[in-house]
T-cell receptor
Framework: KQEVTQIPAALSVPEGENLVLNCSFT??????LQWFRQDPGKGLTSLLL?????REQTSGRLNASLDKSSGRSTLYIAASQPGDSATYLC????????????FGQGTILTVHP | GAGVSQTPSNKVTEKGKYVELRCDPI?????LYWYRQSLGQGPEFLIY????????DSGLPNDRFFAVRPEGSVSTLKIQRTERGDSAVYLC???????????????FGPGTRLLVL
């Protein structure tokens, strides 16, 4: 059974700092890995999707890397802003059901001015 | 265009009652997914539809939970004899093809917050 773990559970940083969120998964047989953002009381917004054959994806100030063999991914946020404050969720798709995403428990990020 | 919508946004019910939660996917999306999110946790997969049929229902916790998508668009998640442990946010998502498309992402709705008293 796939298990996804995110570290740290919560992170508080001053505005402008670069930061890294970590995600690990137990079964390396994945199709892709996604990072989502969730704002309080809202649904999830997809930030980046990395195919299993890829090593990284970039979008603006966000960069996600994937090391499938070691079961790890990182989300790097450059020059953090208060508007980045949210919960960040990592999810993997794999196994016999490609429609099923397995999520980590999330990292709660607070960026203070 | 419109995103995934879910109704109601909040539902309070008493233990033992029956509830229905509705999901309207993005128009034209063939795949639809239901997840459940407890406080402080990530979403947990419940069921996935490809068109009208359930392609994977392995996440449904027990036979009190049932979902339908009769016309391949709107879906309803049905919970019988609700229990306090069913309290959670129920999230619905849709995707365009639902096939083994490595670039396909799921688009999530805002969720229905269910509270069982």
């Amino acid at each position: 059974k796939q298990e996804v773990t995110q570290i740290p559970a919560a992170l508080s940083v001053p505005e402008g700092e670069n930061l890294v969120l970590n995600c690990s998964f137990t079964d390396s047989a994945i199709y892709n890995l996604q990072w989502f953002r969730q704002d309080p009381g809202k649904g999830l917004t997809s930030l980046l999707l990395i195919q299993s054959s890829q090593r990284e994806q970039t979008s603006g100030r966000l960069n996600a890397s994937l090391d499938k063999s070691s079961g790890r991914s990182t989300l790097y946020i450059a020059a953090s802003q208060p508007g980045d404050s949210a919960t960040y969720l990592c999810a993997v798709a794999g196994g016999t059901s490609y429609g099923k995403l397995t999520f980590g428990q999330g990292t709660i990020l607070t960026v203070h001015p | 265009g419109a995103g995934v919508s879910q109704t109601p946004s909040n539902k309070v019910t008493e233990k033992g009652k029956y509830v229905e939660l509705r999901c309207d996917p993005i128009s034209g999306h063939t795949a639809l997914y239901w997840y459940r999110q407890s406080l402080g946790q990530g979403p947990e997969f419940l069921i996935y539809f490809q068109g009208t049929g359930a392609a994977d229902d392995s996440g449904l916790p027990n036979d009190r939970f049932f979902a339908v998508r009769p016309e391949g668009s709107v879906s309803t998640l049905k919970i019988q004899r609700t229990e306090r442990g069913d309290s959670a946010v129920y999230l619905c998502a849709s995707s365009l093809r639902g096939t083994r498309d490595l670039l396909e992402t799921q688009y999530f709705g805002p969720g229905t917050r269910l509270l069982v008293l």
